[in-house]
Antibody
Framework: VQLVQSGAEVKNPGASVRLSCKASGYTFSSYAIHWVRQAPGQRPEWMGWINGGNGDTKSSQKFQARVSITKNTPATTAYMELSSLRSDDTAVYYC?????????????WGQGSLVTVSS | DIQMTQSPSTLSASIGDRVTITCRASQSISTWLAWYQQKPGKAPKLLIYKASSLESGVPSRFSGSGSGTEFTLTISSLQPDDFATYYCQHYNSYPYTFGQGTKLEIK
């Protein structure tokens, strides 16, 4: 049972980044996948989630205009795209699975994808 | 947004000590609270959910309590592997938020 994320990215300000999160070892469609980011030395910050079954999504208002969370069920992969990148978007981005009863704590995490935004 | 505030921010303790970390929510979150342990360069690891339920595989020296706005994480007898940063997270309403963290250091 694991979540494996895509590799590190370096982006210019104003660009977009698309990260992937491949799930294995469990039924992908039975669990939501959340995205959480953590800037250097800061607390984690919840960004949004996607229902692994019906594809419903919910994003934090902070990111709503810039984030898109999608999935490819046959590939058991979730994606998070963040646009209009700024330097303060530099962070490690994690995907995480919701708890087994649908409660939104995170019992399984990916290894993280470092996104660096710099000109 | 619900603000989560942990205390202390840093805690120095010795092997075998009993330690308690507090997390306060800016409004009632019932028992919709989780605790995580994070080590440098690693993803957070779930320890406690629903304020007091121990995640499978987590040692029984970890326990959680509280409801409403005040919560605690207790480690009954510190082991070398426990020196890390601990975060609380509420999942009562959107957006979910985390505390600022408590760094547990070796005295």
């Amino acid at each position: 049972v694991q979540l494996v994320q895509s590799g590190a990215e370096v982006k210019n300000p104003g660009a977009s980044v698309r990260l992937s999160c491949k799930a294995s070892g469990y039924t992908f469609s039975s669990y939501a996948i959340h995205w959480v980011r953590q800037a250097p030395g800061q607390r984690p910050e919840w960004m949004g989630w996607i229902n692994g079954g019906n594809g419903d999504t919910k994003s934090s208002q902070k990111f709503q205009a810039r984030v898109s969370i999608t999935k490819n069920t046959p590939a058991t992969t979730a994606y998070m795209e963040l646009s209009s990148l700024r330097s303060d978007d530099t962070a490690v981005y994690y995907c995480a699975r919701e708890g087994p009863r649908g409660d939104d704590y995170f019992d399984l995490w990916g290894q993280g994808s470092l996104v660096t935004v710099s000109s | 947004d619900i603000q989560m505030t942990q205390s202390p921010s840093t805690l120095s303790a010795s092997i075998g000590d009993r330690v308690t970390i507090t997390c306060r929510a800016s409004q009632s979150i019932s028992t919709w609270l989780a605790w995580y342990q994070q080590k440098p360069g690693k993803a957070p690891k779930l320890l406690i959910y629903k304020a007091s339920s121990l995640e499978s595989g987590v040692p029984s020296r970890f326990s959680g309590s509280g409801s409403g706005t005040e919560f605690t994480l207790t480690i009954s007898s510190l082991q070398p592997d426990d020196f890390a940063t601990y975060y609380c997270q509420h999942y009562n309403s959107y957006p979910y938020t985390f505390g600022q963290g408590t760094k547990l250091e070796i005295k």
